[in-house]
């Protein structure tokens, strides 16, 4: 029997990082005088991606999409922001660990992922940790876990991607994987949980 294994999302999943994003946007925005809403940016980046918004205000305003990257990834606010952990992330994780479960990350956060992890000590839980820097399409093209499910020898019906937004739900349903999410979803493949604490009691 193949064992069950859990991808994860880091981004409002593991880390409670939302306000960081947010701070680093802002400053970018200052930097190349684009008008900031913080509530119309944290509504559109939950809804699509911190890379879309950036490509809508660079068509928009006529801006280099490079610059505005190469800022937003310079951001001395997001730096210094204290990305904190999502209630109950430590526990679950040890919890999955604990009952034999293979742990991975699939994020679109950069490099910095594997600091702030180390950060946060957890490193330890993950056999593997992809980021933006791996080479992979975005979500919710399924080129990440194809790699994972393939690599691994992982059974889709027993791979879990754990996320919080509809294109992690999408994701997996690309992939052919289960998912697990924040939110409710009419995808078959979903199981809506309100906190992270919830995994634990889900009947696998």
């Not at 947010?22 to 925005?29: D, I």
């Not at 937003?72 to 009952?99: F, H, T, Y």
């Not at 839980?125 to 980021?131: A, M």
Request: aromatic share 10%; charged share 25%; with cysteine.
């Amino acid at each position: 029997m193949k064992k069950r294994a859990f991808i994860w999302d880091l981004d409002g999943t593991l880390l409670d990082s939302y306000e960081a994003i947010l701070a680093g946007l802002e400053e970018t925005f200052s930097q190349f005088k684009i008008p900031y809403d913080k509530e119309k940016v944290r509504s559109y980046i939950l809804k699509y991606s911190v890379q879309d918004l950036l490509q809508e205000v660079a068509e928009e305003k006529n801006l280099d999409l490079t610059e505005l990257n190469q800022a937003r990834a310079q951001s001395l606010a997001e730096k210094n922001a204290q990305v904190v952990l999502m209630p109950g992330a430590r526990e679950i994780l040890a919890w999955a660990d604990k009952q034999g479960i293979q742990q991975f990350v699939y994020t679109h956060k950069g490099e910095n992922a594997f600091a702030i992890l180390g950060d946060l000590d957890l490193l330890q839980y993950f056999t593997e940790i992809l980021t933006n820097q791996s080479g992979f399409a975005r979500k919710p093209n399924p080129e990440a876990a194809v790699y994972l499910l393939e690599k691994y020898d992982l059974d889709p019906e027993e791979t879990y991607y754990i996320g919080d937004r509809t294109l992690d739900i999408e994701f997996a349903q690309n992939s052919g994987i289960q998912s697990i999410n924040f939110l409710e979803s009419s995808a078959v493949c979903n199981r809506q949980i309100s906190q992270l604490e919830d995994i634990s009691s889900l009947v696998f």
